[in-house]
């Protein structure tokens, strides 16, 4: 069956030296230090070992290949966001990653779809790079879950949401810069008890602050299954009605209601969670997204859920048609649909 991976990274080969050339800053290079291997380095610390289908366009394709998959959504590791940096930085990094993504695109337009990043600390800026990714035919930007830890309710980023409704730019809501990380460095726990809640934490302050209700054609999707926010909906649910006084203050509706208005993505590793993802926010909703090339992702591609004996019509909706209506906000298709040509070239390769 034809798929789509909604939920993928990728990276340049080579990055400039950022803190050189901004002067300050512990901004990611790469140390390419032995083949098809790199590190990527945070200022001096080292981050984490990236391989060449972290960069490389043919690897993956033919990694994908493997597990039946034509297109992948890109866009950059939220490391790279940078909302830290000097806004006119951060600009000028987001259009180097952006303009990497549009080449990748379109050489491969059969294959990568690309989500821009945008300098989200300044909304200003941030429009104007979102009207050049809409110019050059991006569908939709990739953000992180807090900016600065300031929530996606706060009022300095409503305008760039309007402006995305306006442009009919999609959203991936990725968590990053996970609250109390600084208590949590052993076990990996940023990763494995930071990132769900950091999900929850958007999903929550993009409802209770109104920013879907304002703008209800804004197309919204939440990584890793939106994190812990559907596990414990009774419990947020509740909250909301047994304390309105402080959950209900700038928005009435209780969040019960947003289910089935947004979208997920179905990295969940777990078939149980998936069935139950399924029912609470509907199966138009759930996408396949697999969080590759890195070790926390889903890397066999959806490969559990094929098992999951769900009906036709579902498994299609799930591997590529919830993912065009989130990207684009109707039924059309994707050129990486329409030829198999090129994959049984690829397969041919020795
Ligand atoms: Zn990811």
């Not at 999903?203 to 919204?220: A, Q």
Request: hydrophobic share 40%; net charge negative; aromatic share 12%.
């Amino acid at each position: 069956m034809y798929k789509i991976d909604m939920h993928t990274h990728i990276l340049p080969e080579k990055l400039p030296d950022f803190a050189q050339k901004y002067g300050y800053g512990d901004f990611i290079h790469l140390e390419h230090h032995r083949p098809g291997f790199a590190r990527m380095m945070k200022g001096s610390t080292f981050f984490r070992e990236i391989e060449s289908n972290c960069w490389d366009p043919q690897v993956r394709i033919e990694e994908y290949l493997r597990f039946n998959t034509r297109v992948q959504v890109v866009c950059t590791v939220p490391v790279m966001f940078s909302y830290w940096a000097k806004p006119a930085d951060c600009l000028d990094l987001s259009r180097f990653l952006n303009d990497h993504l549009a080449a990748l695109a379109a050489e491969y337009p059969e294959h990568y779809i690309p989500l821009g990043t945008l300098p989200m600390q300044d909304a200003d800026i941030a429009i104007q790079e979102l009207q050049r990714l809409k110019a050059m035919g991006f569908p939709g930007i990739q953000i992180g879950s807090n900016i600065n830890q300031r929530n996606l309710s706060e009022p300095e980023f409503f305008p760039i949401f309007e402006a995305c409704e306006a442009l009919n730019m999609a959203i991936l809501v990725h968590p990053w810069e996970m609250m109390g990380q600084e208590y949590m460095t052993k076990y990996w726990l940023p990763w494995l008890v930071g990132m769900p809640a950091e999900t929850c934490r958007a999903i929550c302050s993009l409802i209770f602050g109104g920013v879907m209700e304002r703008l209800p054609n804004l197309r919204f999707c939440f990584a890793h299954a939106g994190g812990s926010f559907i596990p414990t909906i009774g419990r947020i649910q509740h909250g909301f009605e047994c304390r309105p006084d402080l959950v209900a203050v700038d928005n009435p509706k209780p969040p019960r209601h947003y289910l089935g208005k947004f979208w997920v993505d179905s990295a969940t590793h777990d078939a149980q969670l998936l069935r139950y993802v399924l029912e609470v926010i509907g199966e138009d909703k759930v996408c396949l997204g697999t969080d590759y090339p890195f070790p926390l992702g889903d890397l066999e591609i959806g490969a559990f859920i094929e098992g999951m004996e769900l009906p036709p019509q579902t498994l299609e909706k799930i591997f590529y048609r919830n993912t065009l209506q989130w990207l684009y906000g109707d039924d059309r298709t994707h050129p990486g649909a329409l030829s198999t040509e090129a994959d049984s070239k690829l397969r041919a390769r020795p």
